[in-house]
C-alpha cells in the first residue's frame, strides 16, 4: 500500500508540466534542481536552532532584558499536595466552593488552606513577563537575520524587480546554494515553532487565545507544506520572495513586544506602527497583488494544462492569505483603539 502510495504521491502530472519527467531532473551541464529527499535534513536543522534558540534565550535575552528593566518576578510555589496536584490537572483549576470543601476535607487541612493552594498553583501557569520577553527575542531574532539573508540572496536577481523571470526557463532552472541554505533554515525554523508550540506561551486561557493558537498551528502547517511543494515542484524562485514578504514585517513585531515588556511604551508605539505599515504593505498588497497573481494568473502563459502542484500551492497561499485577513483585521482593531481611544 506505501509502495502504490508513493508512486501516486511522486506521479510525474502532479508535479511538472507536460512531456517532463523525474528523470529530467537530474544534475547536469551546470544545472542544480532540487531534490525531495533534502528535505528530510529540515528536522535536524530544527533541533540545532532549538539549541540556538535555548541558548540566546539564556545567555542574550535574560542579561539584554534586565539592561531594558524587565524584572523577573519569583512566584511562590504551592506545598506539594498530591491530591491537590491531581485534582488541579485532571479536573479544574478553579474548583467550587463545595468541591474546595471537600477537597479540605480530604486533605485534613482548612478551605482557606486549599484556596490559596490553587491560587498559587494558577499563577505557576502564569507565564512570567521575563518568559515572555525571552520568546519573542528569540523570534525577533531569526525574522531580522533571515531578512537581511534574504535581502542579500535575492537584492541582485532579476525576479526580485521582474516577477516575470521566475518563471523564465521553468521548470529548468537551477538552484543556487543561497537558496538552499534559505529554505532549509526557514523550514527549519517553522518545525522548531511546532515541536515547541505545547510549551510556548499562551496570553490566555480563553476560547479565543485557543482560535490564536489554532491559526498558528495551522499556519505552520501552511508554511511548511508550502516550502515543501514549491521545492519539490522547483517553485523555488517564487518561493523565496514568498519567504522575504512573510519575515520582513515579524521582527517589527517582535521588538515591540521586547519594548512592550520593558515597558518602553513609546518605543513600543512606534515600532508596532511600524509593524502595522510593514504588514498591510507585505501581507495585505504585495503578497495577494504580487505573488499570488505570478502565481494564479502568469503560469498560464507557460502551460495550457496546470499541474495537480498548481492547485496545491496555491491552495496553501489562499490559506496563508485568508489567515494574514484575519490577523490583519486584528491589527486594525489594536490601530483604531490606539488612534481614537490613546
Known amino acids: 500500500i506505501l509502495k502504490t502510495l508513493n508512486s501516486?504521491?511522486?506521479?510525474?502530472?502532479?508535479?511538472?508540466?507536460?512531456?517532463?519527467?523525474?528523470?529530467h531532473f537530474v544534475d547536469r551541464d551546470g544545472l542544480v534542481?532540487?531534490?525531495?529527499?533534502?528535505?528530510?535534513?529540515?528536522?535536524?536543522?530544527?533541533?540545532?536552532?532549538?539549541?540556538?534558540?535555548?541558548?540566546?534565550?539564556?545567555?542574550?535575552?535574560?542579561?539584554?532584558?534586565?539592561?531594558?528593566?524587565?524584572?523577573?518576578v519569583r512566584r511562590v510555589k504551592p506545598q506539594p499536595n498530591p491530591v491537590l496536584e491531581s485534582y488541579f490537572r485532571e479536573c479544574s483549576r478553579h474548583p467550587?466552593?463545595?468541591?474546595?470543601?471537600?477537597?479540605?476535607?480530604?486533605?485534613?487541612?482548612?478551605?482557606?488552606?486549599?484556596?490559596?493552594?490553587?491560587?498559587?498553583r494558577r499563577n505557576l501557569e502564569i507565564p512570567t513577563v521575563l518568559r515572555k520577553f525571552q520568546e519573542a527575542f528569540w523570534r525577533f531574532s531569526f525574522y531580522l537575520a533571515s531578512s537581511i539573508a534574504g535581502l542579500i540572496f535575492l537584492h541582485d536577481k532579476p525576479w526580485f524587480y521582474d516577477i516575470w523571470q521566475t518563471w523564465v526557463g521553468y521548470p529548468f532552472q537551477t538552484l543556487l546554494p543561497s537558496q538552499y541554505w534559505y529554505y532549509m533554515m526557514e523550514i527549519g525554523f517553522y518545525w522548531s515553532l511546532l515541536f515547541t508550540a505545547g510549551i510556548d506561551t499562551r496570553r490566555k486561557a480563553s476560547g479565543q487565545a485557543f482560535f490564536d493558537f489554532m491559526a498558528h498551528v495551522v499556519h505552520h502547517f501552511a508554511a511548511i507544506g508550502l516550502m515543501s511543494f514549491s521545492w519539490c515542484g522547483n517553485y523555488v524562485r517564487l518561493g523565496?520572495?514568498?519567504?522575504?514578504?512573510?519575515?520582513?514585517?515579524?521582527?517589527?513585531?517582535?521588538?515591540?513586544?521586547?519594548?512592550?515588556?520593558?515597558?518602553?511604551?513609546?518605543?513600543?508605539?512606534?515600532?508596532f506602527i511600524i509593524f502595522s505599515i510593514a504588514y498591510f504593505i507585505t501581507r495585505?498588497?504585495?503578497?495577494?497583488?504580487?505573488?499570488?497573481r505570478a502565481t494564479l494568473y502568469q503560469?498560464?502563459?507557460?502551460s495550457t494544462t496546470p499541474v495537480i502542484a498548481y492547485f496545491l500551492s496555491n491552495g496553501l497561499l489562499l490559506t496563508l492569505q485568508a489567515l494574514h485577513l484575519y490577523w490583519g483585521y486584528l491589527i486594525f482593531k489594536i490601530l483604531k483603539r490606539f488612534?481614537?481611544?490613546k
Open 8 to 23: 501516486w504521491f511522486w506521479w510525474e502530472n502532479i508535479w511538472m508540466p507536460i512531456n517532463c519527467t523525474w528523470a
Open 33 to 72: 534542481f532540487p531534490k525531495p529527499h533534502q528535505l528530510y535534513a529540515t528536522i535536524p536543522y530544527a533541533f540545532v536552532l532549538l539549541i540556538i534558540r535555548f541558548s540566546s534565550e539564556r545567555y542574550v535575552a535574560i542579561p539584554l532584558a534586565k539592561a531594558l528593566g524587565v524584572k523577573n
Open 96 to 120: 467550587s466552593q463545595s468541591e474546595i470543601q471537600g477537597l479540605a476535607k480530604k486533605c485534613n487541612c482548612t478551605v482557606h488552606l486549599v484556596e490559596k493552594w490553587f491560587r498559587r
Open 240 to 271: 523565496t520572495l514568498v519567504i522575504f514578504v512573510h519575515d520582513t514585517a515579524d521582527f517589527w513585531l517582535e521588538a515591540a513586544k521586547m519594548f512592550h515588556y520593558a515597558h518602553w511604551e513609546k518605543t513600543c508605539n512606534t515600532l
Open 284 to 292: 495585505i498588497i504585495l503578497l495577494p497583488f504580487w505573488i499570488l
Open 299 to 302: 503560469p498560464t502563459y507557460y
Open 339 to 341: 488612534i481614537f481611544l
